[in-house]
């Protein structure tokens, strides 16, 4: 696949260039280049992502941060399957547990949610940091929403990083989907107050907050520049004039008293239990295709 000249390779992450010091110059270059791209499409072009994570796979498929990322590029791309094969592989590589968590939404993703609540429940989560047991509380609310159990779901997301006052990385997407399962079980009062919190910690708009709590206002948003198709002349024919609607957003309480962490327990399992019930292994060896 094709790299554009201004990719270097040198633009990875140091821990990452220092992985592939283990290879021939040149071959090392070359999947450094890969992986640049796949950190640079991920976002916008998952299966281009997916692309090239294939191609430094064949090139360096020994290499734990190679299956990492071809995970990930799996992982955006809906390929659940090959996704997991890839974390297990890179997890028995490292023997870290930081992919515990998305190993876990794997599972979900495999339609195997009581599997994710069995990984939620399991000793690796006591190793993860902190951004990684609020990932993982995450995982577990979705496993339960799957199956139905939306007020477990709520609970499961009670937590002292909920009701902190703090704003960190993961607490956007944290009161983001607290107050999706609100309003899922239609407590929409108590959803409003929180995608309102969710809107005042998500600077960077990694959620849709905003939208949603305009919908919940009744915020209808019309494009003055829309013209009606019988317009021949560029006047508007439409049967009454667009009015700009502004609506403010009413200022939300404060933030409740931290509740009691209450993760439900599904019972724990062992680690290579978990491994190995999906067909899909990870091979340390080198991939082909």
Known sequence: MPIPDDVTGEEIDKDVRQELQSLPKGLAEDVARNLVMVARLIDEDPEGAYGYSRVALRLASRVAAVREAAGFAAYASQKYSEALAEFRAARRMTGNVDLWP????????????????DMAGAPEVQKLDKAGQVEMRLVAAGARRDMDQLDAA?????????ASN??????????YAYA????????????????????????????????????????????????DDGDSDGDSHSD???????????????????????????????????EDTD???GDEGDLKG
């Open 166 to 175: 703090s704003v960190q990385p993961w607490t956007a997407r944290l009161r």
């Open 102 to 117: 998305v190993m876990a939404d794997c599972e979900r993703g495999l339609g195997r949610p009581e599997k994710a609540l």
């Open 240 to 274: 009454g004039d667009a009015e700009d609607v502004n609506s403010e957003v009413p200022e939300t309480e404060s933030a409740p008293e931290p509740v009691e962490d209450s993760v439900d327990d599904d019972g724990l399992v062992d680690v290579d239990d978990v």
């Open 180 to 227: 999706d399962a609100l309003l899922a079980a239609g407590r929409e009062g108590e959803a409003r107050e929180w995608f309102a919190k969710a809107v005042e910690s998500d600077k960077d708009g990694s959620t849709d907050a905003s939208d949603r709590l305009a919908e919940l206002d009744g915020v209808e948003f019309v494009d003055a520049l829309v013209e």
């Open 154 to 162: 709520i609970v499961t997301l009670q937590s002292p990083e909920l």
């Open 279 to 281: 067909g899909d292994e």
